[in-house]
């Protein structure tokens, strides 16, 4: 037990709604664990105010972040700002210049929940999927030349360096390790792609021999994709690049209910920086102010960051209570069929716990 200090970022959109929801969860479950004492300070970065100085955050935010304990980001995205500046100017800013280099995405079935899958079940709707967060497919490098000309041309450069590719594959290792199953699947597209993909691979094949107790298997990212609907209980642990692993993951938390429950965290694994933890749903501008955006995929990442500071009971507890809610069905959120505004499913998680 102990008093850690958070950076509340909510961001844009229904970020605003679902962090304040979560920051009143983890206030109600600190009253409840002796010991237990968590302190936020709200940073107003985002579009609002992008569009009020043209930054998304100052110049010094990376230095302001690294005095805080985590972080419990809301969303990045805005229709009157540009994607990719409401995105690079923020979330990826933090994410790589504090090193997350590995993002954490858990997948499960919860009580009372139903999947679009017909054979889905909890036993099958298991899974932990590892994202190298750093480089690969987001790596930013790339340009555009000759601009408005008719020969303009854009380039992406997907970036696989030797040193990057070990240290998730590394990560996703020792992740599977911890999981009853011992398994992980290892995805490419090293057919198509034959320069960075095939390093992809080769790190991978030396990485393995250092942990024989783990099974393993190598799928192509477009078979992946066909997996996870036909055959969803042969995965247990997945291991992706930045790209494919953002489109699998948001894939398998639509088959395990609604992308509104699906937590994430970026994760700085030797604790040089703090890490940062977020829902995946996105800004969802067309429901923001209506008070009925789900905040349980904020509550499940707030159980992630409780989990990473070492507050395993107490991010057990989080998602127990999570699990009764969903279980009960009285207070289910719209996207998962029920009618529940965003206040409504808070109240339902603070009586659980």
């Not at 497919?137 to 854009?154: F, I």
């Amino acid at each position: 037990m102990g008093t850690y200090r958070i950076a509340a970022i909510p961001g844009d959109g229904i970020g605003k709604e679902v962090i304040a929801a979560g920051c009143r969860v983890l206030e109600h479950l600190a009253q409840q664990k002796n010991g237990l004492s968590i302190e936020f300070k709200t940073l107003p970065w985002g579009s609002d105010q992008y569009l009020e100085t043209g930054e998304m955050m100052p110049n010094d935010a990376l230095d302001t972040l690294r005095g805080f304990d985590a972080i419990f980001f809301g969303s990045a995205g805005d229709p009157r700002v540009p994607d990719h500046i409401s995105l690079w100017k923020l979330r990826l800013a933090i994410c790589q210049g504090l090193d997350q280099y590995a993002n954490i995405r858990p997948t499960k079935l919860l009580p009372g929940l139903s999947s679009p899958l017909k054979n889905g079940t909890s036993e099958t709707i298991d899974w932990f999927i590892v994202r190298e967060n750093s480089e690969g497919e987001y790596s930013g490098a790339g340009g555009r030349v000759h601009q408005d000309l008719s020969n303009e041309v854009g380039l992406d450069v997907s970036v696989i360096t030797r040193s990057g590719a070990e240290r998730i594959q590394r990560f996703a290792f020792d992740i599977a390790r911890s999981r009853p199953r011992k398994k992980l699947t290892f995805v490419t597209k090293s057919n198509a792609q034959r320069h960075a993909m095939v390093l992809w691979d080769e790190v991978f094949e030396k990485t393995s021999a250092d942990y024989p107790d783990i099974k393993t298997d190598r799928v192509l990212v477009d078979a992946m994709a066909a997996r996870f609907v036909t055959d969803p209980e042969s995965i247990d642990t997945v291991i992706a690049t930045n790209l494919h692993a953002d489109v699998l993951s948001d894939l398998a938390a639509a088959l395990s209910g609604s992308l509104g429950l699906a937590p994430t965290g970026n994760i700085n694994p030797e604790r040089e920086n703090p890490s940062m933890f977020e829902p995946i749903h996105g800004s969802a501008f067309d429901i923001m102010g209506h008070g009925t955006a789900n905040p349980l995929g904020s509550f499940w990442s707030a159980s992630l960051m409780l989990d990473h500071l070492g507050e395993h009971e107490a991010a057990t507890l989080l998602f127990r209570a999570i699990e009764t809610v969903t279980g009960d069905g009285s207070a289910l959120p719209r996207d998962l069929g029920g009618q529940a505004g965003t206040d409504e499913v808070t109240e339902a998680v603070c009586k659980a716990l």
